[in-house]
């Protein structure tokens, strides 16, 4: 105990590291309560392409997901007994065809879960790098209100059309503003805040679980995903958290788990939920007393 949902492996991802199995070993020398898989859905447009993937055509993407399930079925059939394994993905939005391929792909392989994440604005990627993130603000002519404006009505379109289990780092758009040159955050207006807002209550109007996720810290960011503007904001209004580390590799694994655990008793953060296969039906769980439990001291956390 406890847990991440948001984990990614070299063996399936450009540009993380290490085998899947590798990320299961780990999890279970770390002693953690449920692993949750959430490789990348792939991409069916050559142009969506990452510059890493060169190589790579969409049909490989297609087969490599295949080859993700079908090894993540295996490692959970060898490692069941040490670790609960769920099977989940992480979504796309990059074009509406996007969504819809997300829900065939999700009865196909009848997925425990979806981490409902957004990567891209109007078909641009957005956490690449600096420098595509710095395209996206020229390609709305410098706003960059209108850039967190598109970003969050994307967001809203996702989680209607998916309603995933897991909201996936909130206000990624945040990942390469400058805010060290000065430049005003566009949450901080009134505008592009109730956009964030609506899609807060949207969430939590199905049941979302929204993550807190810790790769924030390894951006440069001040917090953990959500930034504790929002974090309060969803707590306010009784929205259920998870913790996930976005992990790239059996390194990143429960990654800043230490300052997670600071972040948490500093936002009041004292129940957590979980997933969880009962039956073969998974369902939420929930943790209560979550930074008092041993898992921290056992792990080094503390």
Avoid at 24 to 47: D, N, T
Avoid at 87 to 95: D, F, K, M, N, R
Avoid at 116 to 140: A, C, K, T
């Amino acid at each position: 105990m406890p847990f991440t949902f948001h984990t990614h492996s070299g063996q399936f991802c450009r540009h993380a590291k290490g085998t899947l199995e590798d990320v299961v070993k780990e999890a279970i020398a770390k002693k953690l309560l449920v692993l949750g898989l959430s490789e990348h859905v792939p991409r069916s447009r050559a142009q969506d392409l990452y510059p890493e993937e060169a190589d790579l055509t969409t049909d490989g993407l297609h087969k490599a997901f295949q080859a993700y399930i079908e090894e993540a079925q295996r490692l959970r059939e060898r490692y069941g007994d040490q670790l609960e394994i769920l099977i989940g993905a992480e979504t796309e939005y990059i074009t509406d065809d996007s969504l819809k391929e997300m829900e065939q792909l999700r009865r196909k392989y009848k997925l425990d879960y979806l981490v409902g994440s957004l990567h891209h604005i109007d078909g641009m990627p957005l956490d690449f790098s600096q420098d595509m993130y710095e395209q996206i603000v020229l390609s709305y002519g410098g706003d960059r209100n209108e850039m967190f404006r598109r970003y969050f009505d994307s967001q809203l379109t996702m989680l209607r059309e998916l309603q995933p289990e897991i909201v996936g780092h909130f206000d990624l758009v945040r990942i390469f503003h400058p805010y060290k040159q000065g430049i005003n955050d566009p949450l901080l207006t009134k505008e592009i805040r109730q956009l964030a807002s609506r899609n807060i209550d949207y969430a939590i109007s199905y049941g979302a679980i929204f993550e807190i996720n810790t790769r924030a810290w390894k951006k440069g960011l001040r917090d953990a995903y959500p930034q504790r503007d929002l974090l309060e904001e969803i707590l306010q209004k009784g929205g259920r958290i998870t913790i996930s580390d976005d992990s790239h590799g059996k390194e990143d694994l429960c990654m800043h788990y230490d300052l997670l655990l600071v972040y948490l008793r500093e936002m009041g953060v004292t129940r957590l939920h979980y997933l969880q296969r009962v039956g073969g039906v998974v369902q939420t769980h929930v943790l209560d007393h979550a930074t008092e439990h041993g898992f921290w001291a056992t792990g080094g956390f503390t």
